[in-house]
T-cell receptor, first 111, second 111 residues
Framework: EPEVTQTPSHQVTQMGQEVILRCVPI?????FYWYRQILGQKVEFLVS????????KSEIFDDQFSVERPDGSNFTLKIRSTKLEDSAMYFC?????????FGSGTQLSVL | ELKVEQNPLFLSMQEGKNYTIYCNYS?????LYWYRQDPGKSLESLFV?????AVKQEGRLMASLDTKARLSTLHITAAVHDLSATYFC???????????FGKGTKLTVNP
């Protein structure tokens, strides 16, 4: 079965530093997403992306966050100046028609 | 605001027994998903339910949707240890790409 791939699997950074999380969605999918999950809590929506622009974003997705699809395959999430509370597992997802497939996640630790 | 409630949040059951996990949501939706998550892992898609009365089955798991009651159930038949995981339901509202997740049901199947 096709899969969404994410890199890196773990990222440790200092507070205030910029991080870029990378994702390669499934190739024929058109809708892309970022979600996050703080340890032991529920999964939260961050942003959806369609036709090369943000289609929807949550209150969490403030000016410190941005997304980009720099080429035909990659989809990135940038956090400009990380805070301690940004520590979480970040999941990329993509959707074709019905099913939404999640990547294996990037565990971000902000120290 | 769309809210999703799952119950129970914790479920411990014996192998061979049957049980049902419930997912209630607060407004009309166009898609309902069930996901499985093993500790430290990504979200594995189990089912997507699109219409009232939809029923899907895979192995020992069966999911159903009642849009009038705003209720989905995930029924486990003759549980086995390998089904131990956290199960999430997630709902999207018509016109929105955002999936709202329940808090998850942590299922433990004891031998």
């Amino acid at each position: 079965e096709p899969e969404v791939t994410q890199t890196p699997s773990h990222q440790v950074t200092q507070m205030g530093q910029e991080v870029i999380l990378r994702c390669v969605p499934i190739s024929n999918h058109l809708y892309f997403y970022w979600y996050r999950q703080i340890l032991g809590q529920k999964v939260e929506f961050l942003v959806s992306f369609y036709n090369n622009e943000i289609s929807e974003k949550s209150e969490i997705f403030d000016d410190q966050f941005s997304v980009e699809r720099p080429d035909g395959s990659n989809f990135t999430l940038k956090i400009r100046s990380t805070k301690l509370e940004d520590s979480a597992m970040y999941f990329c997802a993509s959707r074709g028609f019905e099913k939404l497939f999640f990547g294996s996640g990037t565990q971000l630790s902000v120290l | 605001e769309l809210k999703v409630e799952q119950n129970p949040l914790f479920l411990s059951m014996q192998e061979g027994k049957n049980y049902t996990i419930y997912c209630n949501y607060s407004t009309t939706s166009d898609r309902l998903y069930w996901y499985r998550q093993d500790p430290g892992k990504s979200l594995e898609s189990l089912f997507v339910l699109l219409s009232n009365g939809a029923v899907k089955q895979e192995g020992r798991l069966m999911a159903s949707l009642d849009t009038k009651a705003r209720l989905s159930t995930l029924h486990i038949t003759a549980a086995v240890h390998d089904l131990s995981a956290t199960y999430f339901c997630a709902v999207s509202r018509g016109g929105s790409e955002k999936l709202v997740f329940g808090k998850g049901t942590k299922l433990t199947v004891n031998p």
